[in-house]
């Protein structure tokens, strides 16, 4: 995808081969600030505070972080520790554990003193495949925005969060289809949601698709339900970070209520789900997936810019109120249309899961 014109991707190895560099996602969109990461601490510290975030990029950043730890420690102890360390980082996002496990298959083999380059090698291909499987997302989501196209002028989108290339190494989960129908000539507008506490969708995923000049406006999280039932919304699709072996689906807090607005007025709800984001161990989402509880600060408190061009954090609500956070909540599969996989789009049940990705549902039993 592109800043100010230029293709960019979320996270790259360092010219002169020293660390990797990363787009500090809290700056944006008042700032864009490229930082470097070259301890393990540095990565596991910016998977915590979200200067990397959305359930993809964390396993890549994980496994580049990996392999920055083996140059100090190659030896089996090392290669648990880092391991540890990075997957104590966000429990909810599966991909983590997927990229940490990947990476510990292919290095556990070699002798020690191999693993610090097999390592970097090794993330620098789940970087280039999560790549591959957006772009397959991509067009497998663009028939769903193709069809409606052929009946209507423009297609309106409603996405939640930031499932765009932010939250991956390029082209995004859910938005992957909204770039490919603007690259095949689609009329197209976007309904952002705000997604509060942390208004990535307001931060972010607007400011991609500014990035990409593709029409859209951001509404509040309340507003989607009343849009939807006045014909507003022609398709609803969101990502991931944690689809049950069931097709339930754990996203950003907010999905579910989206969900049951899309049900209720007949509108479609797709997930944009890579198979790294299935977890075949878990048949039940509501009862089993682990629901990260971040910090209250980020409910009673606003970050912005002011009129005058500073960049400012202020309370929002009175002193003494105290604030819940659970980060993510799960949709049950009853809700969801569809997952827009690498494979093709997938009903949300185990057996069609099960027949799309037999090598996971392996690995499992």
């Given at each position: 995808m592109r800043v100010d014109g230029k293709p960019t991707r979320t996270i790259w190895p360092a010219a002169n081969g020293g660390g990797v560099m990363i787009i500090d996602q809290t700056r944006l969109p008042h700032e864009f600030v490229i930082s470097e990461l070259v301890t393990l601490d540095n990565f596991a510290s910016a998977i915590k505070d979200m200067k990397v975030r959305g359930a993809p990029l964390i396993g890549v950043t994980a496994a580049y972080g990996l392999a920055i730890a083996l140059r100090d420690d190659p030896g089996d102890s090392g290669l648990a520790a880092a391991s540890a360390k990075l997957l104590a980082t966000r429990p909810t996002a599966v991909n983590l554990a997927w990229a940490l496990d990947v990476m510990r298959a292919a290095l556990a083999p070699l002798p020690p003193a191999a693993r610090p380059e097999a390592a970097f090698a090794k993330a620098g291909e789940l970087a280039d495949l999560d790549v591959a499987i957006c772009d397959a997302i991509g067009v497998n989501g663009l028939a769903l925005i193709s069809e409606i196209a052929e009946r209507k002028s423009r297609v309106n989108i409603l996405t939640?969060?930031?499932?765009?290339?932010?939250?991956?190494?390029?082209?995004?989960?859910?938005?992957?289809?909204?770039?490919?129908?603007?690259?095949?000539g689609i009329d197209l507008h976007v309904y952002v949601d705000e997604t509060r506490p942390r208004n990535q969708g307001a931060s972010l995923t607007a400011w991609e698709l500014s990035q990409q000049g593709i029409s859209h406006q951001v509404i509040v999280d309340n507003a989607g339900g009343h849009i939807m039932q006045h014909g507003g919304v022609d398709l609803v699709i969101v990502g991931t970070d944690r689809t049950t072996a069931t097709g339930d689906v754990c996203n950003k807090i907010g999905t579910y209520l989206k969900a049951l607005a899309a049900k209720d007025n007949d509108v479609p709800f797709y997930v944009a789900a890579p198979s790294s984001s299935i977890d075949f161990a878990i048949a039940d989402g509501v009862?089993?997936?682990?629901?990260?509880?971040?910090?209250?600060?980020?409910?009673?408190?606003?970050?912005?810019?002011?009129?005058?061009?500073?960049?400012?954090?202020?309370?929002?609500?009175?002193?003494?109120?105290?604030?819940?956070?659970?980060?993510?909540?799960?949709?049950?599969?009853?809700?969801?249309?569809?997952?827009?996989?690498?494979?093709?789009?997938?009903?949300?049940?185990?057996?069609?899961?099960?027949?799309?990705?037999?090598?996971?549902?392996?690995?499992?039993?």
């Open positions: 939640h969060c930031n499932a765009g290339w932010l939250a991956t190494v390029d082209w995004g989960t859910a938005t992957a289809p909204i770039y490919k129908a603007q690259d095949a009862r089993d997936i682990p629901i990260e509880e971040r910090n209250a600060r980020e409910v009673t408190h606003m970050r912005g810019r002011t009129d005058d061009g500073r960049l400012e954090t202020v309370r929002i609500v009175p002193e003494g109120s105290r604030a819940t956070n659970p980060a993510f909540d799960v949709t049950p599969a009853r809700l969801v249309t569809g997952l827009i996989t690498e494979r093709g789009i997938i009903a949300p049940r185990k057996d069609a899961l099960a027949t799309a990705f037999p090598e996971r549902l392996q690995l499992v039993d």
